[in-house]
């Protein structure tokens, strides 16, 4: 707030979200509809993955991302209100820019850079009262941050909204190590399987804009993850209006379009 900000809103309400999401398009597109389905939360993949395997980009979800769906949120509760998405990840830059997006996240900032606005307005962070605002997300959706995170919340979502269900995962992170990863689902490697790619080495924690060691990020990650007031995706309080929130069923003000 000392920069100027009226509220903070975890994204890992918008994670919940995207976890119930993806746990209902599996159930019902793998495999009926496609062999495989891919996580969609880190835009870098997901470009890479529609760039270098076209073939494969509709096993790419279409489940709107944490940044928009806790935009479009913030949007619905403060009509007319500006959302800076802040984050460790330099490519929500280009994600917010797309045309289907714009209108939900108007800007997006790096912790580096937020960091730097600090230090131009000589605010000493270290000396701040914390504000208890961060709250209301699962552990599931706070554990998006780290690599494995998003496959395990599906998981764990998809145990309980469809008793019995069996899902198989992998994971890549990197690009390299994702580009790989896709390689082999083309080939029918991971026919039945959610995969999660993540640019980073690590997860987001290892996002470009970040400002402290991974170890240390990953460990505060599962701290965060524990004190949660609740453990998984599919106990979010604000599932009841996902659909409304994708389908942008609610008044965005003319201003913010
Ligand atoms: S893994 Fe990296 S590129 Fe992907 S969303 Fe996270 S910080 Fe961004």
């Not at 809103?9 to 398009?25: N, Q, S």
């Not at 992998?170 to 959610?194: D, M, P, R, S, V």
């Amino acid at each position: 707030m000392a920069l100027g900000f009226k509220d903070a809103v975890e994204v890992a309400i918008g994670a919940d979200l995207c976890t119930i999401e993806e746990a209902h398009d599996f159930m019902k597109e793998v495999p009926a509809e496609k062999p495989f389905m891919a996580t969609s939360c880190c835009p870098a993949w997901a470009m890479m993955a529609k760039k270098l395997f076209p073939e494969l980009s509709t096993n790419i979800s279409m489940a709107l991302t944490p940044m928009v769906l806790t935009a479009r949120l913030i949007k619905k509760q403060h009509p007319g209100c500006k959302v800076v998405f802040v984050g460790p990840c330099a490519a929500k830059k280009l994600e917010a820019g797309r045309r289907t997006i714009r209108s939900d996240v108007d800007f997006v900032l790096t912790f580096e850079e937020l960091a730097g606005m600090f230090e131009a307005r000589d605010i000493d962070f270290d000396k701040l009262e914390p504000e208890d605002t961060m709250h209301g997300a699962s552990g599931d959706g706070r554990g998006f941050a780290v690599g494995g995170g998003v496959a395990e919340a599906v998981v764990n979502a998809i145990k309980e909204l469809y008793p019995g269900a069996e899902v198989k995962t992998a994971g890549a992170q990197g690009l390299a190590e994702c580009k790989k990863l896709l390689t082999l689902a083309k080939a029918g490697k991971y026919n039945g399987y959610l995969l999660e790619g993540m640019a980073c080495p690590g997860g987001c924690v290892a996002g470009a804009g970040t400002c402290q060691p991974i170890a240390k990020s990953t460990a505060s990650v599962a701290l965060h993850k524990k004190v949660s007031t609740h453990q998984h995706a599919y106990e979010s309080n604000y599932q009841d209006i996902l659909s409304g929130l994708e389908e942008g069923l609610f008044d965005v003000p003319e201003e913010d379009k």
